[in-house]
């Protein structure tokens, strides 16, 4: 029965508050008509761009409950999640390349604080309560952003803008883990926002509290298999705008702690608080001198700082100390420096240009970073043309010129994307793009010793050198008032030398560092459509990709690539004269088979492992109280999938053979939101 759900349809929808009636017209529109701001030259809509543009709206965000982004993104197709139970991290990957090619931006601007073993941006370290959409475009934007954007980019746009003259909702939503709940059990989740705004100045307040509990599961004694997590998000925005220019100010701070009890060995255990503080300053910016000539830009410090405090407990007195000991107690700071700004320049209706400056510079220091303290910066000059050659043709060729204070970049980073419009139902998009990514400061000098742990850093790695490629056609079937049918199908093909990945340090097997993998690749296809008819939504979603099997010349009759599908499905119904909206989210991530060395008899041999496949699907109710009351009901992971087979000897870091975490079981969610605006 789970496997029916999927097959037939991948679905989008949700709404929540004063926005319910547009509902219909939210997920319609969700691959169409929104304005997207991605790479492009100006705000635009998605049909309109030459690039390949995923909207997730506010709305659907807070239909579906969400403490996390993840709980927005795991149903996404060809997003795909892996849980560090260890280090409370979730890292993600896009197109079958992990999240160390995937640019993640908030409001443009590059996140610093790579973490855990898996050097990926952990995505649940932002507010979804901020959140005023989240852009996805699949495909290489190296060109645009440089390193860590061959798959593509995750620009989270935040909220701004203030309806009246001033505005204010309040949130509170508590959720069980399985079936675990209360005080010390259980998700708690509290969020307080609003903005004013009066002449030219504009602010904008958020403020959230998530408090984890943790998961007991099959955990013995006093430990957790989920580690009970406490976070405090704010931001805070201040803006001036005027006719010509828009310039702001805005601080995001975190604070999160992520608690790892020990087990009693005789009277005592050692307990592990893993905390992490960041604050992330932006000023950005824009300014249009003339109708065809304007400016945007962005400056941005991010402190990031992670602490590992070991406390030693006494089991008959429950005193607590810090303990002593090599490794036990460290901090490690990060800090990234961008600047960012580009010109655009309308030569005519048809010739457009933007030329571009990039310049990240990024510094590592601590216990664990090598040699106490490291650097490493990149600057970047790029630019396009976005050129209608005909009605209908539309061309962007662009390059990128990088040099890196370590590592020498190709002479020149090129990439074209190109659409034509074949009629006023069918379009075509096509893109190429050569990416360059330098090492980061963690893989080249991150060394990570404890009792669990044995990684270091290795000074020796190569630069990755990437190609991708990605193609896609789009249909309008039908489009009508009441009813909308529209469906896309897209390819691509992914090649990276170099790749950076984990293995055994040689000559020393007890020792996990990163190496260079010489070749790596993905491909794959993907298929949506999308329906409104009436108050009905819908949409479906199928996507096959393969991952390449780097063993292939190791033995003989080997696949050069291992396959794995993916059917994502949401359907949506609202009931205007009850206030309600049904909402169903389903993905199908199907067995994902890859090859490994595998030990046998004392002999090295090349073998095939596989992960399980699994269904993971939420349902969710949204109901109008009154005029600013919005109740949100629902179930989490309604298969209550835990973990996966791993066929894996070595399932790799933080994962054992035989099992892959998913999730903590089935979990219910009731929330109350309160939003209220004044209008001038």
Not at 492 to 521: A, C, H, S, W
Not at 559 to 578: G, H, I, L, N, R
């Amino acid at each position: 029965m789970k496997k029916l759900i999927g097959p037939l349809l991948f679905l989008s929808a949700a709404m929540a508050g004063q926005a319910q009636g547009q509902l219909g017209d939210t997920l319609a529109t969700r691959f169409l008509e929104e304005l997207v701001v991605t790479g492009q030259f100006e705000p635009q809509s998605a049909k309109k761009s030459v690039y390949t543009v995923r909207t997730i709206p506010m709305e659907i965000i807070q239909a579906r409950g969400a403490t996390k982004l993840e709980d927005v993104l795991n149903t996404e197709l060809n997003v795909r999640f892996s849980q560090d139970q260890a280090l409370g991290g979730s890292n993600l990957s896009l197109q079958g390349l992990s999240g160390q090619n995937v640019k993640v931006l908030i409001d443009g601007v590059p996140m610093v604080g790579r973490q855990g073993t898996s050097n990926e941006i952990n995505i649940n370290q932002i507010n979804p309560q901020s959140v005023e959409r989240i852009e996805i475009v699949e495909g290489p934007m190296s060109v645009v952003y440089g390193a860590d954007a061959l798959a593509g980019v995750i620009n989270i746009i935040t909220k701004k803008e203030v309806v009246g003259t001033w505005s204010l909702n309040a949130r509170a939503q508590e959720e069980t883990a399985g079936k675990e709940y209360g005080f010390e059990e259980g998700t708690h989740n509290q969020s307080l926002g609003g903005g004013y705004s009066w002449d030219k100045i504009y602010t904008h307040l958020d403020l959230s509290r998530n408090n984890f509990g943790g998961w007991q599961g099959n955990a013995p004694d006093r430990d957790k298999q989920w580690h009970p997590k406490k976070q405090w998000l704010a931001s805070g925005l201040v803006g001036f705008r005027t006719e010509k220019s828009d310039v702001y100010y805005r601080l995001d701070y975190l604070n999160e702690n992520i608690y790892n009890p020990g087990i009693f060995e005789g009277n005592e255990a050692l307990d592990q608080d893993y905390i992490t503080n960041r604050l992330m300053h932006q000023v950005q910016g824009s300014h249009n001198f003339s109708d065809r000539f304007n400016f945007n830009g962005a400056v941005a410090y991010t402190n990031y700082e992670r602490k590992t405090q070991t406390s030693t407990v006494n089991k008959t007195t429950g005193d607590k100390r810090l303990a002593l000991g090599a490794g036990l107690q460290d901090v490690n700071r990060f800090g990234g420096t961008t600047a960012r700004g580009t010109f655009q320049y309308k030569i005519n209706d048809k010739v457009a240009i933007q030329p571009g400056f990039d310049i990240n510079l990024e510094q590592g220091e601590g216990g664990r970073i090598q040699s106490g303290t490291q650097n490493i910066n990149d600057y970047a000059f790029f630019g396009s043309i976005e050129w209608q050659i005909v009605n209908g043709l539309q061309i962007r060729p662009g390059i990128r010129v990088v040099h890196n204070t370590v590592y020498k970049a190709p002479p020149v980073i090129p990439s074209i994307n190109s659409k034509l419009v074949l009629s006023k139902h069918h379009d075509l998009r096509f893109s190429y793009g050569r990416g360059f990514r330098a090492p980061s400061l963690r893989e080249l000098y991150f060394d990570f010793f404890d009792a669990s742990h044995a990684i270091e850093g290795n000074q020796t790695l190569k630069a990755e050198l990437s190609h991708s490629y990605n193609a896609s056609w789009n249909w309008q079937v039908v489009d009508i008032d009441q009813l909308r049918f529209s469906t896309s199908l897209g390819m691509f093909y992914n090649t990276v030398e170099n790749m950076i990945g984990f293995g055994q340090k040689p000559g020393n097997t007890l020792i996990t560092t990163y190496l260079n993998i010489d070749r790596f690749k993905t491909k794959g296809v993907a298929l949506r459509s999308n329906l409104k008819a009436g108050k009905f939504t819908a949409a479906v979603g199928f996507s096959y990709i393969g991952r390449f099997n780097q063993y292939i010349e190791s033995a003989n009759n080997l696949d050069e690539f291992t396959w794995s599908p993916e059917v994502v499905t949401t359907v949506s119904y609202k009931v205007p004269p009850a206030g309600l909206i049904l909402s169903l989210y389903h993905k199908y991530t199907g067995a994902t088979p890859y090859f490994e060395i595998a030990d046998v008899g004392g002999v090295e041999t090349v073998s095939l492992a596989k992960i399980s496949s699994y269904d993971w699907v939420d349902f969710s109710v949204q109901k109008d109280l009154f005029k600013n009351f919005t109740l949100t009901t629902g179930v989490r992971n309604l298969f209550d999938v835990v973990n996966v087979n791993n066929t894996s000897v070595d399932g790799g870091v933080h994962i054992s053979g035989g099992s892959r975490p998913i999730g903590y079981g089935r979990s219910y969610f009731l929330g109350i939101s309160y939003s209220i605006n004044n209008y001038n």
